[in-house]
Each structure stands twice: as C-alpha cells, then as structure tokens.
C-alpha cells in the first residue's frame, strides 16, 4: 500500500449534493480498490491560473489516501468520464 494525495477540481456549475455525489464516488472508488481514505479536504470555490474550459474557477478537493498502485489511474479515468469534475493531479507521498 502506497500514501497518495489527489487534487481535483469539480466543476462550479454542479449543485451541492452533486459535489458530494462526486466526492463519494471517488472515495468509494478507492475503497473499492482496497484502499482507505485517511482525509477528505474540500478547499471550496478557488479561482484557476489559467481558465479552462471557458470558465475561470472551479470547486477544489484534496484527498489523502492509502492505496495499491492500480488506484490512481482508476481515479483518473473516472474524472475524464465524469462530466462534473475538470481535473485531477494524483501524487505518491
């Protein structure tokens, strides 16, 4: 089991129980993996560097957690099919 860290940013336009929708989903796609999530930090409303997608600010999420090392790329190819995240940056602590 290896200590991750993923970021990623949930589109501004998605309701508040979309937001936790999505933050349940990732973090029992975790579980599922036979991971444990140690933290869920939700940064809130934050503005981009650089926009995307047209818009300029986005929902922010920081997640900490012990996993095998298939996870983060679950994790990835769940954010590209979802349509309510933008973005996701997964490192190995």
């Known amino acids: 089991m290896n200590k991750y860290?993923?970021?990623?940013?949930?589109d501004?336009?998605?309701t508040d129980e979309g937001k936790q929708?999505?933050?349940d989903k990732l973090s029992?796609?975790?579980?599922?993996?036979?991971?444990?999530?140690?933290?869920?930090?939700?940064?809130g409303m934050r503005k981009y560097a650089y926009p995307i997608n047209f818009k300029n600010e986005g929902y922010y999420?920081?997640?900490n957690f012990n996993a095998p090392a298939s996870v983060p790329a679950e994790l990835d190819r769940l954010v590209r099919i979802m349509d309510e995240t933008v973005?996701?940056?997964t490192v190995r602590k």
Do not use: C, F
């Open 61 to 63: 999420v920081l997640m």
């Open 5 to 10: 860290e993923a970021l990623y940013i949930i």
């Open 12 to 14: 501004k336009d998605v």
């Open 21 to 23: 929708a999505v933050i």
């Open 28 to 43: 029992e796609a975790v579980t599922a993996s036979g991971g444990e999530v140690l933290n869920v930090d939700k940064w």
């Open 87 to 89: 973005r996701i940056m």
